[in-house]
DNA sequence: ATGAATTTTCAGTAATTACTGAAACTTTGA
DNA sequence: TCAAAGTTTCAGTAATTACTGAAAATTCAT
């Protein structure tokens, strides 16, 4: 591994643990990330100084993730594992799997709960408070769920836009205005 | 604590560990989100069965999150702790943080990667794809920012749009095609 | 200043999570 | 069907992180 490349590896094991990612699981991301071909387990246990099974494990993860690829090589029995080259790709499987494994289980939670009837004032005020959060939870589930859908092009020029995409909900607010929104 | 409180707290705990937050910590807050009024440290500790020391470590790690809000009550020389009851709120000050400790170390590795001179196709590539990543971060971090000053009713009407902003942009493209945007 | 009420720190311990090496399993070519 | 190449599982151990209780520090009324 070059200096450059070991910079950038060390940095995403020390990250991946911010995450729920463990060290291992960050650092064999980034090297695949950055790698001009895709490398095979082996080769990853190597320049990492990771057990073959640790590798194995940390393989299995990102793939549960569907962070990376299989490859084959013609004339070779080894799998070799491969990162979409490009990040906006994976910002958007990221999202995706963060969104079925963090939102879903919350929401499914809270719509139990506000399922509840209030027998004293702390439910009651406890479930108002649900069911502000669920309301957002909610919305941004959704919203993931349609941003997925936008080419990263779009996507680019919408957040480009920034703040000023207020001004534009204010427009059509006014052109559309009686209509149903 | 209720049985409806109970098992939101709970739920909390176990996502905590799923984010960089742990369990106690995840609990801490879910209680004082659903509480009708502020809490100190006691009656966290109490509630949760945790050690005063523990409950006293969470506090300091959510204030430093700057997710809750300190309260005195006239005559108690005893800190009480608050959440923001509008789910909004709370989102935007933990995206803000997320942006600081998470982003910002990122990004400043990578300019500082981008800086060095590839002397080998190895690096070469591996800085192309920091070039993505490092645009990538950066478009979304500003555009966090931006967001950060949106009111809590454009943004929900932001979302609610959905993809539909697509159209919109489209319609704007062709309105301003030739100038600067 | 004194001391009671409260909060924080910290060293030690418990619990959890990460990692390894060996063994079991799978796949494929001869 | 066998054996070689490769992958996964898993029990045990190492490392890390969470938690506690006791002691120290802080705050504030007198």
């Given at each position: 591994?070059t200096?450059?490349i070991?910079s ?9 643990s911010r995450?729920g ?7 064999i ?6 790698s ?8 990853i246990a ?25 490859r ?8 070799y ?8 790709e ?5 999202a995706?799997?963060?969104?079925r494994?963090e ?9 139990s709960?506000?399922?509840e ?12 408070r ?6 957002l ?15 990263a ?7 480009r836009?920034?703040a000023?995409?207020?001004k534009?909900?204010?427009l ?6 009686g209509?149903?929104?």
């Amino acid at each position: 591994m070059t200096p450059l490349i070991q910079s950038f590896v060390a940095h995403f094991g020390e990250m991946g643990s911010r995450w729920g990612i463990n060290r291992t699981v960050g650092q064999i991301y980034a090297l695949i990330f950055v790698s001009p071909r895709p490398l095979c387990a082996d080769e990853i246990a190597d320049a990492l100084s990771y057990s073959r099974s640790n590798v194995s494990m940390g393989l299995k993860e990102l793939q549960s993730w569907r962070l990376v690829k299989l490859r084959h090589i013609a004339g070779d029995r080894r799998e070799y594992f491969e990162a979409p080259s490009d990040a906006w790709e994976i910002f958007r499987t990221l999202a995706e799997e963060r969104r079925r494994r963090e939102m879903e289980p919350t929401l499914s939670m809270l719509r139990s709960a506000l399922l509840e009837v209030p027998t004293n004032d702390e439910d009651r005020v406890a479930q108002e408070r649900m069911r502000g959060m669920h309301e957002l939870i909610e919305m941004m589930s959704n919203w993931f769920d349609d941003i997925q859908r936008l080419d990263a092009q779009t996507l680019a020029r919408l957040m480009r836009m920034g703040a000023r995409v207020q001004k534009l909900l204010e427009l059509t607010g006014q052109l559309k205005s009686g209509s149903k929104e």
